[in-house]
């Protein structure tokens, strides 16, 4: 058993245009490891070539240069995309099939036999919460969330042990992601590899361990959620500051916030929080909490995307 | 066989859903109830056929020289007005499938993509054929009935049918797969359509050409695009029941027609979606 769920190397996609021969490189040299039963998102602004690197993951489109490694197997071979889950982003269902339809028809394409798929489809479409009416409805007649949470039992109908979710929670409500999210958490426990491809931030720093940040076409940055997310500054909240003190503490602070009698001061490092610490303390006042300060994936985001003058506004 | 048989129920679904299989099973039995009551065959001990439609009657002829030649002018009806309905009809059924949104969830599974095209393909030609060899069948079991003649050459055109639109569907599978249009697929292949019948007509042609590289062109031309007319004038010699006189035609349109499926499906193999 391979380590690694997802193993790109050197993954390049340049588009030419037909007549004028203009040069797009939709992806530069992008390589990047998924362990196996990990929780990753990929991230990136409009265009920076997420898509295309997913495409190029599920041998959609043919790389440049480079390769791309599912369970260490070339992609390109049929067999190696057998233990893959897709649900695309911008996805058109055939509308003239019924919820169950699509199911046998897309288990058949994964190598379902017949019997598992009779079993199978109503246990996954009861699990992504598309009722019984639901099952013989046709998907022209389906809401968008409801595409989105039959795209995702297409996805898993044959047991993946690699789900590629392209914007899962695009057109659900917040009770629907919730509930995908739960889903996903589920099968994660089952040791399911999940790469999410999504634009809310939040929604991946809810859910992935790893992340990486494509930029332009390139990989602009990877690693650990906790690790990349996990910042520099101390956070001290106290009560009743004398005025005086509360002067003394913000010109030392990064920043701070006074409100009701409470002030938050945050301080950029350990040393300036120790000293504020004996401050207050000499001063009679009570620390109600001193903790290291964290910053958003959306501050780590920002700050890959844009420059770090981003993440401060 | 799993993958093979969900693709063409996927094409048999598609074209129930888009009305093309329904529109062509009424059309056939249209014609099948036209040859069954508006059409009246009398045959008079054995040998004399009077044929009347609508109540008005013909002159008589010997039955076994007209059935083979009401065949024919059904066979001619269903080959070029037939042909161009399937064309027409399925044209959209190929380029579906190379539909964004769709193409990449096909591409995702563990199928090769010359087994999904082929899929298609398969299924798209049997839901033509399904129709051919229901109204050819029936006809033949219609005018067996009526006149009791039962000669096999009606049954087998069926098959120079089939065989032309397999050739057909290979030019939309190829240009489906080039520029992803319908409407494309549709002009192209009725512009070669209507091309192979003055093509047909190449001696006449040669001798009006005055330069020899013309001459040259003309015969290219001929020899390397489907002979749909030449093929016609085949189907009426076996249900005729003469002989054939050179089936170079079907040979040759064949190789076309492979060339022209192994281009559609090499073209799809290297193509990023």
């Known amino acids: 058993m391979p380590d690694h769920a997802i193993e790109t190397e050197g993954l390049t996609k340049v588009f030419r245009a037909s007549f004028s021969g203009r040069e797009l490189r939709a992806c530069d040299n992008i390589s990047i490891r998924v362990p196996v039963g990990s929780t990753f998102g990929l991230l990136g602004p409009n265009g920076a070539g997420k898509t295309t690197f997913v495409k190029m993951l599920l041998s959609c489109t043919h790389p440049t240069a480079g390769r791309a490694l599912v369970f260490g197997q070339d992609s390109r071979h049929p ?16 509308t003239y099939m019924t919820g169950r339809d699509m199911l046998d028809f897309y288990g058949a394409l994964s190598g379902m036999d017949a ?13 992504v919460g598309l009722d019984d009416r639901a099952h013989n409805l046709r998907l022209g007649k389906y809401s968008k969330g409801m595409l989105q949470r039959v795209g995702l039992a297409q996805a898993i109908i044959h047991g993946p042990k690699l789900l590629v979710l392209d914007e899962p929670g695009d057109g659900v409500d917040p009770v629907g992601r919730k509930h995908i999210r739960e889903i996903l958490h589920s099968l994660e426990q089952q040791g399911v590899t999940i790469f999410l491809n999504s634009h809310l931030l ?17 990989l602009a940055l990877s690693g650990r959620v906790d690790e990349l997310t996990a910042g520099s500054g101390y956070r001290i909240e106290s009560e009743h500051v004398p005025e ?23 301080f950029a490092s350990r040393t300036d929080a120790n000293q504020a610490v004996d401050l207050l303390r000499s001063n009679g006042c009570e620390v109600e909490s001193l903790a290291r300060t964290r910053s958003t994936l959306e501050d780590v985001f920002m700050k890959t995307v844009e420059g770090p003058e981003a993440a401060k506004q | 066989m799993n993958i093979t048989i969900a693709l063409v129920r996927d094409t048999f679904r598609e074209a129930f859903a888009r009305k093309i299989f329904w529109g062509f099973f009424g059309c056939c039995t249209l014609n099948l109830l036209f040859l069954m009551f508006i059409m009246r065959i009398d045959v008079v001990q054995g040998a004399i056929a009077t044929v009347s439609v609508f109540g008005q009657n013909g002159r008589s002829i010997p039955v076994q020289n007209m059935v083979p030649q009401a065949q024919s002018v059904i066979a001619m009806i269903l080959y070029f ?16 499938v190379v539909e964004p949104g769709r193409i990449e969830l096909l591409l995702s599974k563990p199928v090769s993509r010359t087994h999904l095209l082929m899929g298609r393909y398969i299924g798209n030609l049997l839901v033509v054929a399904a129709n051919i060899i229901y109204l050819i069948a029936g006809s033949w079991i219609i005018f067996g009935i009526k006149t009791n003649v039962w000669g096999v050459g009606f049954l087998v055109s069926s098959l120079f049918t089939i065989f032309i639109f397999a050739v057909l569907l290979s030019i939309l599978v190829l240009v489906g797969v080039l520029w992803d249009s319908s409407a494309v697929a549709i002009m192209i ?23 020899e590289w013309s001459r040259n062109l003309l015969r290219f031309f001929y020899y390397v695009l489907p002979k749909t007319s030449d093929i016609s004038v085949i189907i009426r010699h076996v249900i005729l029941n003469q002989p054939v006189e050179s089936w170079m035609p079907v040979w040759s349109t064949a190789i076309f027609g492979i060339v022209v499926l192994f281009l559609g499906l090499w073209r799809f193999q290297r193509r990023s979606f």
């Open chain 2, 189 to 211: 292949t009725f512009a070669i359509m209507f091309l192979t019948p003055i093509l047909a007509q190449k001696n006449t042609i040669e001798k009006l050409l005055s330069s």
């Open chain 1, 202 to 218: 939040s929604e991946v720093e809810l859910f992935c361990r790893e992340v990486a940040i494509i930029q332009k076409g390139r």
């Open chain 2, 81 to 96: 007005m037939g042909m161009a309905l399937a064309v027409f009809a399925s044209a959209g059924l190929v380029a579906a």
């Open chain 1, 244 to 266: 005086a003190l509360e002067t003394e503490l913000r010109s030392r602070a990064r920043s701070f916030i006074s409100n009701n009698g409470t002030l938050q001061v945050l």
């Open chain 1, 115 to 127: 019997a598992a798929r009779h079993k199978r489809i109503p246990e996954v479409l009861n699990l």
């Open chain 1, 79 to 94: 067999a190696a995309r057998r233990p893959i889950g897709y649900l695309p982003e911008n996805h058109r269902f055939p």
